[in-house]
C-alpha cells in the first residue's frame, strides 16, 4: 500500500510539472516549452516489445502514434501512466513478470512485456555469479547499491575474474582474502645436459723415423781359462777332437768395427670416433608459477675497484647452471621459461690477473604437454690444430716431399644438448613414489653400514 501511494505521488507530482512548464510556454507565446538557451526537449526512447527496468525505477518511453486507452497485466510489479499523449512513464514496483495493452487512436493496439527485477546491483549480483561459476568459498551478495564478494582463500585464477569484474561493475566490492598458501601444482623438469664429443683426428702421410743408428764396435776376450769352452781361432782348420781344438793358452781378444743400421717409415691413416657423456642429469621441483635454479660448479673471486679507489670483492659463478619457471593449465600443459648455461674458467684470457670464462648459454620458453620430452638447444664448441713432421730437406721437394712428410689434424668439436621432460607430480604421483623409495634404500644401506661398526665401538 505504501509503495502504491508513492507511485500515485509520483504520478502527480511528473503530471503537475509537465501542466506547470505548458503554462510557462502558453505565456510567454511560444506555444510550447521554453527551456534555457533555447535547446529542443530530448526525445524518449521509443518503446520495445520486451522492456526491462529494476524495482524502484521509472523510465519514459516513447510510442508511435497517440494513445487512447492503457491496461497493465499486474498492478502490484508495474505501475503505468501516460504523459502526454505519445508517452508513456512505467515504474517497477516489485520483481517479477507483467504486460502492458496499449490501444492506440488510429485503432491499432500493441503488446508489451515488461519484467522487473529486484534492483540494480541484484542484475550485477546475479552475472557476477554466473560468471565466476560454483567457486569454494566465494559468495556474492547484493547489499543496497553495491556486490559484495567475500571468502577466504580465493586463488589466483579467482582473483583475476574479480578483478576484470571490477571494471565492468564498478559497484563491485571484493572482500575476499588471498590464499596464503597457494596450492598449486607441482612441476617436477627432468633436465639431461649432454655433451657430444665429435673429435677428428686425421693422420695422413708417410712418417720416417726422426733417428738412425749409429757407428758400432765391439772387444770380446776370455777373462780367464776353463775346461768347457773357448774362443775358436779364425782359421780355416777342420775340426778335430774338441779336446785338440782347445788351445792351452788364452787367445788375443778379438774385435770388430763397423755400421750396421736401418731407417724405417710407417704409412699413417688414423680415424677416431666421437663419444658422449652425461654433464648434469638434476631433477628440478617448482610450484606452477615458481622459480627453481640448480648449479654445479664454483665461484671465482675477481677484485672490483671502486670509485674512491678501494676494493672489493665479487664472485662469479662458473660451471652447468639451470632456472626454470614453469606454469601449468588446468589441462596439464605446462609453460616454462628455462635458461641453460655451461661455464668454463679460461685462463688464456685475462686482464690483470682476472681469468675470462667461455660461456655456453641457452634461454628460451616453451609448452609442453606433461610427461613429453622436447630438444632445447645444439650449441657447438670448435677447436683446430694441424702438426707437420718431414725430413729435412726432402720433406720440402714439391710433389715428391708428400713421401717424406707427415700431416696431423686435430678438430675437438663438442655440442651441447639439452633435454627436458616436465612432469607434474603429487605425494602419490608414481615419480614422488620412486623417489620415496630410493630414499628408503639409501638410508637402509647406510644404517647397515653404520651399525656394525657402532656395535664393533661399544665391544
Keep these: 500500500m505504501a509503495q ?3 507511485v500515485d ?5 511528473v503530471e503537475s510539472q509537465i501542466q506547470e512548464l505548458g503554462n510557462s510556454g502558453s505565456s510567454s507565446g511560444g506555444g510550447g516549452v521554453a527551456l534555457a538557451g533555447d535547446k529542443k526537449p530530448s526525445v524518449a526512447p521509443l518503446i520495445h516489445p520486451s522492456q526491462s527496468i529494476y524495482a524502484g525505477e521509472a523510465v519514459v518511453r516513447r510510442v508511435p502514434g497517440a494513445l487512447r486507452r492503457i491496461a497493465v497485466g499486474d498492478g502490484e510489479v508495474l505501475s503505468v501512466f501516460s ?5 508513456l512513464v512505467m515504474i517497477g514496483t516489485k520483481p517479477g513478470d507483467t504486460n502492458v495493452h496499449l490501444w492506440m487512436s488510429d485503432g491499432s493496439q500493441r503488446d508489451v512485456n515488461v519484467t522487473v527485477s529486484g534492483s540494480k546491483s541484484e542484475g550485477a549480483a546475479d552475472t557476477v555469479r554466473e560468471l565466476l561459476g560454483n567457486t569454494p568459498g566465494v559468495t556474492v551478495r547484493a547489499i543496497g547499491a553495491n556486490v559484495v564478494i567475500s571468502g577466504n582463500d580465493i586463488d ?4 583475476a575474474k574479480i578483478q576484470a569484474l571490477q571494471k565492468i561493475y564498478p559497484q563491485v566490492l571484493n572482500f575476499a582474502g588471498a590464499d596464503p598458501v597457494g596450492m598449486r601444482p607441482m612441476v617436477q623438469m627432468d633436465v639431461s645436459i649432454m655433451e657430444f664429443n665429435k673429435n677428428a683426428v686425421e693422420d695422413l702421410g708417410i712418417r720416417w723415423d726422426s733417428t738412425i743408428d749409429g757407428p758400432i764396435g765391439g772387444l770380446i776376450r776370455d777373462v780367464t781359462t776353463n775346461n768347457y769352452f773357448r774362443v775358436l781361432p779364425q782359421d780355416n782348420q777342420t775340426f778335430q777332437d774338441i779336446k785338440d781344438r782347445l788351445p792351452t793358452k788364452l787367445p788375443g781378444p778379438q774385435g770388430y768395427f763397423g755400421i750396421a743400421t736401418t731407417i724405417a717409415s710407417k704409412i699413417n691413416l688414423l680415424m677416431s670416433r666421437g663419444k658422449a657423456w652425461v654433464l648434469a642429469q638434476p631433477k628440478l621441483s617448482a610450484k606452477s608459477g615458481s622459480n627453481a635454479t640448480f648449479l654445479v660448479g664454483g665461484e671465482v673471486p675477481i677484485v672490483v675497484p671502486s670509485v674512491l679507489g678501494q676494493t672489493q ?3 662469479k659463478e662458473y660451471g652447468i647452471r639451470l632456472n626454470i619457471n614453469p606454469t601449468v593449465n588446468s589441462s596439464n600443459q605446462v609453460n616454462t621459461s628455462i635458461m641453460a648455461e655451461v661455464s668454463r674458467i679460461d685462463p688464456s684470457v ?5 681469468p675470462g670464462f667461455l660461456t655456453r648459454r641457452v634461454e628460451t620458453e616453451l609448452n609442453v604437454n606433461a610427461g613429453q620430452t622436447i630438444v632445447i638447444s645444439g650449441l657447438l664448441d670448435r677447436e683446430a690444430s694441424k702438426a707437420v713432421d718431414k725430413m729435412p730437406l726432402l720433406g720440402d721437394i714439391p710433389i715428391l716431399g708428400k713421401l717424406f712428410r707427415s700431416d696431423g689434424f686435430r678438430g675437438n668439436k663438442t655440442e651441447l644438448v639439452v633435454f627436458v ?3 607434474i607430480v603429487g605425494p602419490t604421483s608414481p615419480e614422488n613414489l620412486q623417489d620415496l623409495r630410493r630414499g628408503d634404500a639409501i638410508e637402509k644401506a647406510l644404517q647397515d653400514d653404520i651399525n656394525p661398526r657402532q656395535d664393533k665401538l661399544i665391544k
Design 350 to 354: 685475462s686482464v690483470q690477473g682476472v
Design 9 to 13: 505521488q509520483f504520478k502527480q507530482t
Design 313 to 315: 670483492i665479487e664472485y
Design 156 to 159: 589466483a585464477a579467482t582473483t
Design 83 to 87: 504523459v502526454g499523449k505519445s508517452e
Design 4 to 6: 502504491g501511494r508513492q
Design 421 to 423: 621432460t616436465p612432469r
